[in-house]
């Protein structure tokens, strides 16, 4: 699985700490999953879509 | 803690370190001849060991769970599966290990060896673990 997380957060002018803290995980875990070295659990990924105001398919996407 | 054992440990195990002070007889079960406890009006379930080995074992094995289950300020998912990684991959090396234990050694070194592998895979799990976590976060640095 592929993301652009990355590039969404950067948009939104959200640093690695905030998104970490506003989704109840470390920085170290968003870090993994930016760099594709972790895929989120569906909770995780919600969250996580919840925060930048996007839809799961806009930001995961299957390789 | 489990410097203390590690340490104490590997007088005991290469040295036959021993406390003099910790002989005593207490409520177990073993063979006698090995133990050397042989003493006449003694009930079976009483021996006589020194018992300095026991303390590495606990101290060694109270300290590696500590270490072990000591949770993350943040513990999360990721950091759950980083430790099933490093689970999976201590079980990996132990299983290995005793593999070629089972094959090469015998006698005495094999008992050592026995010895120091029933707190091996905590130390193996330990260490993957804070590799793994000490290059997560040389890279998210």
């Known amino acids: 699985m592929k993301n652009i997380l990355r590039e969404i957060r950067m948009s939104k002018e959200m640093s690695q700490q905030a998104l970490a803290q506003n989704t109840g995980v470390s920085r170290q875990s968003i870090h993994a999953i930016e760099k594709g070295k972790y895929v989120p659990s569906t909770e995780l990924a919600l969250k996580i879509c919840r925060e930048l105001d996007k839809k799961v ?7 | 803690m489990l410097s203390f054992g590690l340490i ?35 009930p079976k379930f009483l021996i006589r060991d020194n018992f300095t080995n026991e303390l590495v074992a606990l101290l060694v094995l109270i300290g590696s769970v500590f270490i072990a289950f000591s949770k993350e300020k943040v513990e999360d998912e ?50 993957r673990y804070h590799f793994l976590l000490f290059r997560l976060k040389k890279q998210a640095s």
């Open chain 2, 8 to 42: 104490l440990g590997i007088l005991v195990i290469f040295f036959e370190f021993e406390f003099p002070w910790m002989e005593w007889k207490m409520i177990g079960f073993g063979d006698e001849i090995l133990l050397n406890s042989k003493e006449e009006n003694t």
């Open chain 1, 57 to 63: 398919e806009d930001i995961f996407s299957l390789d």
């Open chain 2, 78 to 127: 990721f950091f759950q599966q980083l430790r099933f990684d490093a689970i999976i991959w201590a079980l990996k090396i132990q299983s290995l290990l005793l593999l070629l234990a089972i094959l090469f050694l015998y006698n005495v070194v094999f008992l050592q060896f026995m010895m120091v592998a029933l707190v091996s895979f905590f130390i193996f799990y330990i260490g």
